[in-house]
């Protein structure tokens, strides 16, 4: 296998914090693109202090700031702003996620930093993204669950909305962000390879919301809708249109399972052993019945062990799978032979576990090639090669460019 990534090549700078902007940026920093991460002197991305962890760098944190370098600098000082526009200068991305025209106000929008650099990829993550009449509300994942309306159908079948049990507005938002930056920067090489190019100038920002991301993810529920009129409710465990695919209990757990069609109803008749179930042949007409066909299935899967029907149904070729939990994840044979849980020695942390890159390449192998970084850690690593000389380097740090002390404090 290679040992240096397909992007390799590029400089991602990012200033983000939480969780949707750093994802992006971790999405980019797996595949060997080198992160330089821009945070607040003496405070830092407040995910460093949310959740378990040592002080300074939580789990939470671990998780999305692997592979990176981090950076102080007060953008409020002439010197901070000089400092990052000249480390932008030499960027191939920047990916930002701070409120609505906050970057402006810091003298790093868009314009600034195209000034120094015209073929700057510059992703901007917004709550509600930066057009429409919702462009100025500050907007977190929670509130966008609601909002965009998935914590409508997630929860028990005829019961409260619940919010899905993950930030699925911040990390769904931080890799259609990733792919946007792949997208721009295919457009600009395409530009540069092209002779009286007609598509006028080169535009690298773009911009999507949390809010953007999750009604995309709605998916087909919109579509129902338009053709039905229908406003479902919580789905349970169970599919919004296929009969039966859902969660069963069994007599020791659970399993869930599904018919991919018509074609296999009668093969899967046979597995649970009912014929009643023969007369529901059609989708349309289990759908029709639906609490007597799952309370039917129900019942025989209750008689029997997890381990009996996992095995029955792979056996006749019905996709299955028992209801995991973390701790089942992380010990998953299938999770490690993929390298989607990656055991880290932090110098900090100590051992712990950290999400791998969800795709895997032939000849390159994602893998941690450095902890979630400290506060700082790398300004006078970063700086000394961004500054023109040392004199600047040091008129900078005079300036409170850094903030003050840097390193590792």
């Known amino acids: 296998m290679t040992k240096q990534g397909p992007l390799s090549d590029l400089t991602v700078v990012e ?63 002439d010197a901070g702003r000089e400092a990052a526009l ?14 609505y025209g906050v970057t402006d106000k810091l003298g790093i929008g868009y314009e600034d930093v195209r000034e120094v650099n015209e073929e700057i990829i510059y992703a901007s993550i917004k709550g509600y993204g930066e057009t429409g009449p919702s462009k100025e509300k500050k907007g977190l994942d929670l509130i966008l669950q609601a909002e965009g309306g998935i914590m409508s159908v997630t929860g028990p079948e005829g019961g409260d909305p619940v919010k899905v049990g993950q930030a699925i507005g911040d990390l769904s938002a931080g890799m259609f962000a990733a792919v946007a930056v792949l997208a721009r920067l295919h457009e600009r090489d395409r530009r540069a390879g092209t002779e009286g190019d007609d598509d006028g100038e080169f535009v690298g920002k773009f911009d999507v919301g949390l809010f953007d991301a999750i009604v995309s993810v709605m998916n087909e529920y919109l579509t129902f809708n338009s053709m039905t009129g229908e406003v479902p409710g919580p789905q349970g465990t169970s599919h919004q249109s296929l009969v039966p695919y859902q969660l069963f209990e069994t007599a020791d757990g659970h399993v869930v399972t599904g018919v991919p069609s018509d074609e296999r109803w009668d093969d899967f008749v046979d597995v649970v052993g009912r014929e009643e179930l023969r007369q529901y042949p059609t989708n349309d007409e289990r759908a029709a019945n639906a609490e007597a066909v799952t309370a ?24 299955n799978g028992p209801l995991n939990d973390v701790g089942d994840v992380v010990d998953h044979p299938q999770a490690e032979a993929r390298g989607l849980v990656r055991e880290h020695d932090d110098p900090d942390g100590g051992e712990v576990v950290l999400p791998g890159h969800p795709v895997n390449f032939p000849d390159f192998e994602t893998e941690i090639r450095s902890p979630a970084p400290r506060l700082g850690e790398h300004t006078d690593e970063v700086f000394a090669d961004v500054a023109a000389d040392q004199t600047t380097l040091d008129e900078w740090r005079a300036d409170g460019a850094f903030g003050g002390a840097v390193g590792n404090d």
Not at 296 to 319: C, M, N, V
């Open 296 to 319: 039917i299935i129900q019942e025989e899967f209750a008689k029997r062990s997890t381990d009996h029907w996992l095995s029955a149904l792979t056996e006749h070729g019905f996709p």
């Open 15 to 77: 200033m983000t914090a939480h969780r949707a902007g750093p994802f992006c940026g971790a999405l980019l920093a797996d595949l060997g693109a080198e992160v330089v991460k821009i945070e607040r002197p003496g405070v830092g991305d407040p995910a460093r202090d949310q959740g378990p962890g040592p002080a300074g760098k939580s789990g939470y944190f671990m998780a999305n700031n692997r592979n990176k370098k981090s950076v102080t600098l007060d953008l409020k000082a």
């Open 86 to 99: 000249d480390l932008l200068a030499d960027a191939d991305v920047f990916v930002e996620n701070f409120g």
